[in-house]
């Protein structure tokens, strides 16, 4: 009881941070322009616009703010994935900001609310109820991401490969059936679309 009193204080902390966090988030996707970014992408289509590739992240809806960090940790290394790590190490800042710009649209209409699993109660404190109206910014959305890349990323969490102080966390103690579970349920929701 009380360990679980102390979990959710501590994610209504993290949650009134990202909070805090969203003016400059906006502000960051103001910046990109998404028709700059489009013409660089054809190397990202061959595999991220592909839905055959399942451990590819969909990368259309996804928020920019968040879009921007995810990179800028692929190129300096807190994100190990060796080919995004090249990937990004590509370009430069602004045209980060032009491919989030970007990859912002499309996200898909939401429909109805569905009963997520037990476990995906604590998640809604930050990536909201169906996994794609984030609290803020920088947390991203998970609604419609495929399941196999939802089932990994959970997986890297738990096990400390994929770094990351708030995630790794909510992880810890999830089982296998747990992040299955969760997959299923996000993966399920209306949300991200393959781009
Ligand atoms: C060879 C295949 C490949 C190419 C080409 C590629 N990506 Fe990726 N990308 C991946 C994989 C696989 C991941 C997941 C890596 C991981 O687990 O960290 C990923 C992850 C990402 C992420 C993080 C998404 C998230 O949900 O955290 C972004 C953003 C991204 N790629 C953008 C791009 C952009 C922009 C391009 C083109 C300039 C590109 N990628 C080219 C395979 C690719
Ligand atoms: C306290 C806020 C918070 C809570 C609660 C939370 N998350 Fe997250 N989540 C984040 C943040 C911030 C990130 C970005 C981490 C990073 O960059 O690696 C993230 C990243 C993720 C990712 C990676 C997405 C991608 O595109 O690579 C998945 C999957 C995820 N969370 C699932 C969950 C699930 C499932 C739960 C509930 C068991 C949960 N999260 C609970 C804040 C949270």
């Not at 322009?33 to 992408?41: S, V």
């Not at 054809?42 to 055959?52: E, I, K, L, P, S």
């Not at 290394?77 to 602004?94: E, F, I, N």
Request: hydrophobic residues 40%; aromatic residues 6%.
């Amino acid at each position: 009881m009380k360990a679980s009193t102390s979990r959710c204080i501590d994610i209504v902390l993290h949650a009134g941070m990202f909070a805090l966090a969203l003016t400059a988030g906006h502000a960051l996707a103001a910046e990109g322009d998404p028709a700059a970014g489009k013409r660089k992408t054809v190397t990202c289509n061959g595999c991220h616009g592909q839905t055959a590739m399942k451990s590819v992240p969909s990368l259309g809806g996804q928020s920019p703010a968040y879009f921007v960090a995810a990179m800028i940790a692929y190129q300096d290394g807190v994100r190990t994935h060796a080919t995004m790590r090249d990937v990004a190490k590509a370009w430069s800042l602004q045209d980060l900001k032009n491919f989030a710009a970007w990859y912002a649209e499309p996200l898909a209409p939401a429909t109805e609310g569905a009963a997520g699993p037990r476990s995906s109660e604590r998640c809604a404190a930050c990536h909201g109820a169906d996994g794609r109206d984030a609290v803020s910014p920088d947390v991203p959305r998970i609604a419609g991401q495929k399941v196999n890349y939802l089932e990994q990323v959970l997986r890297e969490y738990r096990g400390g490969t994929r770094v990351h102080a708030v995630m790794q966390p909510q992880a810890a103690d999830l089982t296998d059936d747990d992040i299955a579970a969760l997959a299923r349920h996000f993966a399920g929701r209306a949300g991200l679309q393959v781009k």
